[in-house]
C-alpha cells in the first residue's frame, strides 16, 4: 500500500510545477453502464489515484495557485444510506478529513459550483496531465514494490497455465485458470484483457476471442498480465499445446527469445528507446534471412520495411498504474527521453507468420511468437522484474503435464 505521505508529496510536486494564477482540475473515472441498469467493476481514473489514491467515483481535486500560494481542494461524495446499501460504502467528508492532508474537503454536490466560481477568476492549467504524465515516468519504491506483486502473481498464472493439462481445451479454460490465479492471489483484475492465442490466432495482435479449440501440435502465445493495487504487469509466453515444441518452432522460438535477451542486457540509463528498436529490428531480419523467411541483405530489407510484415510493433512500452503507461516519450522540446532509474519497460520482440503466407516455408506457417518481459532500470543497468517466469524451451517443456493425444 502506498501511504498518503507519498500522495501528498506528489501533489506538493504538482503544485510547484502548476503556473501562477492557474487552477487545475482532476476528475474521478465515470463509472461505466454495461447496458441497461448493469455496471462495469468501477476503476479509478489513473491520474487522479496517482495524486490520491482515492477509490470513489464522483470525485476531484482542484489546485489553486493564487501569487504563489496554493491550495487544494478535494471532493467526495455524501454519505447515503440508501446509496450505501445498494453500492456500498461510502469514505464520507468527516473520514476523508482525516485521511487526506488537503487544504479543504469538500463534498462532490458543490463540485460545478465552485468550479464555475474559480474559472471566473483563473486560467485552466492545460499542461496538467502533462505534468503529472511526466511525473509518472519515474517510479517510486513503493510503486515498484506493487509492480513486483503484480509480477509475481503473474507468475504464478503463466506457470500454472503451462502445467495446466490441455487435452482438448480451449483456449476461454485458460484464460478463466489464469483470472482464477489472479484473483486468488489478491489481485483484483487483469491489466488487459488476457490473450490466450492458438495456432494462426497468435498472428492477430490484440487477439481476445479467446474462443478455440486447442489442437495438438499448435503453440499457444499467451500474453496476459494482473494488476495489484493499480500497478499492472504485462507478460507474454508462448507454449505448446501439447508440451513439446516441434523443430520448426523451436527455430523460431530461439531466435525471438535471443533478441529479447539481447536486447533486455542493452537496457541502462541515458539508452533510447529507438536505439532498442533499431537493435531488436537487425537481429530479427537477421534471423528472418538465416530461417529463410526473408531474403536479401539485411539492411536493405530493414530499409525498404520489409521485416515489418513479420515484426509489425514496437520493442516496448512504459508501464505502471496502466499497462501502456501514461507517460511521455519525448520531452518539451520534442526530443526522444532517454532512459532512466526508476522507469520501468516492457521488453517484447515478436516474429508473426500467417498461416497464408504462401512465401514463408511451410513448417514456419500458422507460427506466431512473443516473448515479453517487464524491466526496471537501475542506476547502472537494469534488473528484469519478470526473471523467475520461465522462457526458455528446456525450462517450459520440463514444467508440461501429459498431453493425451485425442482419441
Ligand atoms: N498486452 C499488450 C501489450 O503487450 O502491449
Ligand atoms: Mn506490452
Ligand atoms: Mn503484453
Given amino acids: 500500500m502506498i501511504q498518503e505521505h507519498e500522495y501528498k508529496k506528489r501533489r506538493n510536486r504538482f503544485l510547484k510545477k502548476l503556473k501562477n494564477n492557474t487552477i487545475a482540475i482532476f ?10 441498469d448493469t455496471q ?12 490520491t489514491g482515492f477509490k470513489e467515483d464522483n470525485s476531484y481535486l482542484i489546485f489553486v495557485k493564487k501569487n504563489y500560494k496554493t491550495k487544494s481542494f478535494l ?14 460504502k461510502r469514505l464520507g467528508k468527516k473520514e476523508a478529513k482525516k485521511r487526506f492532508s488537503v487544504d479543504k474537503v469538500i463534498l462532490s454536490g458543490k463540485f460545478k459550483k465552485l468550479k464555475k466560481e474559480l474559472k471566473k477568476k483563473y486560467k485552466i492549467d492545460k499542461n496538467a496531465f502533462k505534468v503529472v504524465a511526466q511525473m509518472r515516468l519515474i517510479k517510486s519504491k513503493a510503486e515498484i514494490n506493487l509492480i513486483k506483486k503484480a509480477i509475481n502473481i503473474t507468475k504464478k498464472a503463466h506457470h500454472g497455465v503451462i502445467s495446466f493439462d490441455k487435452t482438448s481445451k480451449y483456449e476461454y479454460e485458460l484464460q478463466s485458470e489464469i483470472e482464477y490465479i489472479f484473483k486468488k492471489y489478491g489481485s483484483y483484475s487483469d ?9 494462426d490466432n497468435a498472428n492477430i495482435l490484440h487477439y481476445i476471442d479467446n474462443k478455440d479449440i486447442l489442437i495438438d501440435g499448435d503453440l499457444i502465445l499467451i500474453d496476459a498480465g494482473c494488476e495489484y493495487e493499480y500497478y499492472a504487469s504485462d507478460i507474454t509466453r508462448v507454449i505448446p499445446v501439447n508440451g513439446k515444441f516441434t523443430q520448426a518452432q523451436k527455430e523460431l522460438y530461439n531466435l525471438v527469445l535471443q533478441v ?9 540509463p541515458n539508452i533510447k528507446r529507438t536505439k532498442l528498436q533499431q537493435k531488436a529490428e537487425i537481429y ?4 528472418l534471412v ?3 523467411i526473408l531474403n536479401g541483405n539485411y539492411k536493405k530489407l530493414i530499409k525498404n520495411k520489409q521485416h515489418k510484415k513479420y515484426y509489425p510493433h514496437g520493442i516496448g512500452h512504459w508501464m505502471g498504474l496502466d499497462v501502456h503507461d501514461d507517460a511521455p516519450y519525448k520531452d518539451e522540446n520534442d526530443k526522444e527521453i532517454k532512459l532512466q532509474k526508476g522507469m520501468v519497460l516492457t521488453i517484447e520482440p515478436g516474429i508473426y507468420i500467417s498461416k497464408d503466407d504462401k512465401t514463408v516455408p511451410k513448417r514456419f506457417r500458422g507460427i506466431g511468437i512473443r516473448i515479453e518481459d517487464d524491466i526496471l532500470v537501475t542506476k547502472k543497468s537494469y534488473k528484469n522484474l519478470s526473471s523467475k517466469i520461465v522462457k526458455s524451451i528446456y525450462e517450459i517443456e520440463s514444467m508440461g503435464y501429459k498431453y493425451k493425444t485425442s482419441p
Wanted: proline share 2%.
Fill in 27 to 36: 476528475s474521478s473515472a465515470k463509472a461505466k453502464t454495461r447496458s441497461n
Fill in 40 to 51: 462495469y467493476p468501477y476503476r479509478q481514473d489513473s491520474n487522479f489515484y496517482y495524486l
Fill in 75 to 88: 471532493f467526495v461524495k455524501k454519505k447515503e444510506s440508501q446509496d450505501e446499501l445498494w453500492h456500498g
Fill in 191 to 199: 491489466a488487459y484483457t488476457s490473450i490466450v492465442a492458438s495456432g
Fill in 260 to 268: 529479447n535477451k539481447k536486447i533486455i542486457k542493452m537496457i541502462k
Fill in 284 to 287: 530479427l531480419t537477421k534471423g
Fill in 290 to 292: 538465416k530461417l529463410g
